[in-house]
């Protein structure tokens, strides 16, 4: 167990190095850099004066060679110094804790509703008696999963709060503004787990062991919540990873729309801007939580499921 | 989609401009509100929608538009520019002298100004501003720009400070009455890049940064003691309101809709489209054309065929401007000369600037090109075909364009690129032609943009006639003459075809019927000191 702990951590920190490399070498490779983006923000029709992107080229460090500032900046992130934002001086890792709250709050309530809908969905889809009925309930995730969120967010503006007030449209105080960017979030994500969910429902309940459960007497209720849930969920907990991915992805669309703080907003600013020190910081924050949530629900299968070891060379569900 | 639009709109658009001309509300400085019999309100709160922040709000630092919206309300200028007339009056300066070649500038401070702390506005506390913004240098570029040349700045008394130039800067006048170079107190012009960007600084203006969330909002508050108004506003002593809330709000769908709601007062920022909203019905508009130059298509002459000025003659002649302007918002207009028609100095050219395709089309005919198999002109094997990268929301103004000059027979390759991409390929100086338009309220925008010594966005090899007229224009105080150089370097930058105007940008603010007294100052910049809030 121990082993196992240890060469997944060292794994992280392989996965955090490759994350900050790529997007260190993705971001100088794009056309543009920070100076002269810099240099032209305050107004021109031409090029900036070279002898001004020069300069601020130099307080940047960008004229030393590549690898230099490769190297440079790796060693500083090494000890958590990701250096300033080239837009506003500050540090970047602060300006990045300064957001963070809002879009963690965002995050782990939409995961909260997704996860409760999506099971409430799965378990609604393979529980009644009547065909048609289960076939209605299974088809919605399909629709939660294809709205654009984008969309559905301009939607739900539309309706509650532009048209009958009773959330604001923007801003990030309090739980009003919370709500309905949570479920312009939640809706996607709800709809992955209660496709996965409701198949592998579906699928487990079609097992001898579930027909024999039912052949000595236990109640749907039992046979769902007793036996077969256990089982299934399994590989939606694979999927968390993934959905937490999702879930930050979905945060760049949704702070936009409802005009919230957090770093969704940032990144795209920060791309923009060709900023490199906030761009990073938040690279590393989201390989983190990558690599933190699929770890921790390795642990977690053992304890749903005594067959599964994490002693051996793999780990499958 | 704007153009059919525009179309369905335009009778109901000329009537509503007719009823503001009836209702003697048509300025362009003055809302339809403040001249309205209401008596003032104090207090209260305008929360304004812009639709980006990067971060900064240092007067001396900003230059993008919605930040600009936000720092301008927060510091005093030494002068201030008449929106009407473009003539500068006094603001914390009550007089000012300048030398016959416009090298020294030397300014009498009014008595009494102080900063929102309560330290005096005098001749040290401009001393340290000026300083301040050159130790800013790269970070504050608009300021620092206006500052080239500095040889020094000497506090005569208290009252009267002297700044010196190595070289004629008469732009310098005009430059004391923008933002960038808005005064912070002494003690504001020693702070971090960073806390000065958030909003630590002290200013001297009507309102106070009380608090700024970047991306998110800012709030600011009436700075009661503020009692040096300039004679261009319509009133003197504080402002009128308690508080101006700033909410950023990226999404187009979004700030209509928080605006049509009641949930923000007033935005600079509605979509072109959005605007036929709020007009009327609850709402009002004012708007006032962009000073500076217009948007123009600008030819690179290191390409062996634009270096040829009857190809870049024809091509100007091609373009149909009032075509164009119909594309736009009620308020932009077509392009009468390089420079827009609010910004001082402005003569009209627009019989120089008339469509004439047979006069393109005869130009590219006896200097040799051809119509071609495909409709393109060629002529030694090179065709005349060119590529224009944008980035700004342009898309069918320039498809516009490319219809007329396909007309005469040049081809135009359109590219929609990031603004970071464009940056990139004008900084490599391999653009055909440069497309945008430059806000700033005084001709010598002509020099930074088309001098040889400037950024050249012809890239001219070589020093012209252009140039000497742009330079002496920069080292006259007389403005009889200044008047005459301007229209001069307009003139010719229009008949080489190095310059090509297009339409002229105008900035609208639509806001609730509950706001009065929105006003823009000379720059076009949003100015919330006259304005007030009905309950």
Known sequence: ?317 | MTHRISRVLAPVAALGALALVLTGCSSGSSSPASTSSTAVQKGGNVTVAISSDIGCIDPQQVGNNDDIAIARQTVASLTSQDPKTGAIKPWLATAWQINSNATSFTFDLRKGATFADGTPIDAAAVKANLAGIQALGAKASLGSSYLSGLKGVTVVDPQTVRIDFSAPSAQFLQATSTFSLGLVSTKSTTLSVADRCAGEYVGSGPFAVKSYTPNSSAVLSRVSSYDWAPPTESHTGAAYLSTVTYKVIPEAGTLTGALKSGQIDASPDVQTTDLPLFDGNGYTEINRANPGVTYNLIPNETNAVLKDQSVRVAIQKAIDRTDVAKLLTKYDKPATSVLSSSTPYFTSEASKLKADTKAARALLEADGWKVGSDGVREKDGQKLSFTVEYWQPSTEELELVQQEEKAIGVDLQLKFVTIAQWQSASASGSLDFLWGNLTRSDPDVLRTIFSTTGQNATHRAAPAAIDTLLADQASTTDTAQRQKLVTEAVEQLISSGEADPVYQLSTTIAASSTVHGLDFEGSSRLDLYNTWVSK
Not at chain 1, 143 to 169: E, K, N, R, T
Not at chain 1, 198 to 212: G, V
Not at chain 1, 259 to 276: C, E, F, K, P, Y
């Open chain 1, 1 to 317: 167990m121990a082993r196992y702990i240890v060469k997944r951590v060292l794994q992280g920190v392989f996965v955090l190095w490759a994350a900050y490399t790529l997007s260190f070498f993705i971001l100088y490779s794009l056309p543009g850099n920070a100076a002269t983006i810099a240099a032209a923000a305050s107004g021109g029709l031409g090029a900036p004066p070279a002898a001004l992107v020069h300069k601020l080229a130099v307080e940047y460090g960008f004229d030393k060679p590549l690898s230099v500032q490769y190297v440079d900046d790796l060693w500083k992130a090494l000890r958590l110094n990701f250096g300033n934002s080239v837009q506003t001086g500050q540090s970047a890792t602060s300006a990045v804790a300064q957001v963070l709250p809002h879009t963690i709050a965002l995050a782990v309530l939409s995961l909260v509703v997704a996860v409760l809908g999506g099971l409430g969905l799965a378990i609604a889809s393979t529980f009644p008696r009547a065909r048609w009925l289960r076939q209605l309930i299974g088809a919605l995730p399909s629709l939660g999963v294809s709205i654009p969120s984008f969309w559905l967010g301009l939607l739900l503006l539309q309706a509650f709060s532009f048209d009958i007030h009773w959330f604001p449209a923007l801003g990030d105080d309090g739980i009003s503004s919370l709500v309905l960017p949570t479920v312009a979030l939640a809706i996607p994500t709800g709809g992955y787990i209660a496709q996965l969910l409701s198949r592998s429902l579906r699928i487990t309940l079609e097992q001898p062991y579930i027909d024999q459960a039912r052949a000595k007497g236990a109640s749907e209720t039992r046979v769902h919540f007793g036996h077969a849930l256990r089982n299934a969920v399994i590989p939606s907990l694979t999927m968390v990873g993934v959905l937490i991915g999702n879930l930050l992805a979905g945060t760049v669309v949704t702070e936009t729309v409802f005009s919230r703080t957090g770093i969704g907003r940032l990144i795209v600013q920060a791309v923009n801007a060709r900023d490199l020190p906030e761009v990073q910081v938040v690279v590393i924050f989201a390989a983190l939580v990558f690599v933190v949530s699929s770890l921790v629900v390795d642990l977690i299968y053992p304890l749903i499921d005594r067959r599964i070891s994490l002693t051996g060379t793999a780990v499958t569900a």
